[in-house]
């Protein structure tokens, strides 16, 4: 069965520094899709962003970037120039041929003013 | 606008109670998901629906039901078998298919005393 580990249960950034979520995960297939979600306080679940296990080029999404080390299974998320608006739970979330999303625990994140 | 939507917000029940939660959407998605999460547990798989008349267990399905009788709906039923029924439910819907973004709706926070 596929797992999907956050180790850092919260992190804190100071507004406009750069911060990097770590995300790893273990599976045994070789094609499979990885994703981040970003949860605000409203609760409502954003797709923030998706790499193709694939493609060995880093999905980029304006601020947010991911760094995919696919030997390692690793699957970190860099967030740029953090806004107070990136505060919120960060998922980290696989899925493989069976189309069923398995996620990690999540992550809190904080940013300072 | 196109969306999930899950009603009620708050949902508040006696224990040995059975009770529905609904979820609709309108992106003419085939596949739906609930999802339940609590602290410090990510979300968890509870049931999925990848075509009308057709669902399979998520990873705790134990004392919950659902139906899909239409495309556009996935009502869960929590039954008074589920030991330990308070919690945050979401439910989400995706095109057919690994890899496809799954959408999410605002949740239900459920409450049994």
């Known amino acids: 069965a596929q797992t999907v580990t956050q180790s850092q249960p919260e992190m804190s950034v100071q507004e406009a520094e750069t911060v990097t979520l770590s995300c790893t995960y273990d599976?045994?297939?070789?094609?499979?899709?990885l994703f981040w979600y970003k949860q605000p306080p409203s609760r409502q679940m954003i797709l923030v962003i998706r790499?193709?296990?694939?493609?060995?080029q880093n999905a980029t999404e304006n601020r947010f970037s991911v760094n995919f080390q696919k030997a390692a299974k690793s699957f970190s998320l860099k967030i740029s120039d953090s806004q107070l608006g990136d505060a919120a739970m960060y998922f980290c979330?696989?899925?493989?041929?069976?189309?069923?999303?398995?996620f990690g625990k999540g992550i809190t994140l904080s940013v300072r003013p | 606008d196109g969306g999930i939507t899950q009603s009620p917000k708050y949902l508040f029940r006696k224990e040995g109670q059975n009770v529905t939660l609904s979820c609709e959407q309108n992106?003419?998605?085939?596949?739906m998901y609930w999802y339940r999460q609590d602290p410090g547990q990510g979300l968890r798989l509870i049931y999925y629906?990848?075509?009308?008349?057709?669902?399979q267990k998520g990873d705790i399905a134990e004392g919950y039901s659902v139906s899909r009788e239409k495309k556009e709906s996935f009502p869960l039923t929590v039954t008074s078998a589920q030991k330990n029924p308070t919690a945050f439910y979401l439910c989400?819907?995706?095109?057919f298919g690994s890899g496809y973004e799954q959408y999410f709706g605002p949740g239900t926070r459920l409450t049994v005393t």
């Open positions: 599976t045994s297939e070789s094609d499979y899709y």
């Open positions: 629906s990848q075509i009308v008349n057709d669902f």
């Open positions: 979330a696989y899925t493989g041929a069976n189309s069923k999303l398995t």
């Open positions: 989400a819907s995706s095109i």
């Open positions: 992106l003419n998605h085939d596949a």
């Open positions: 790499q193709e296990a694939y493609k060995q």
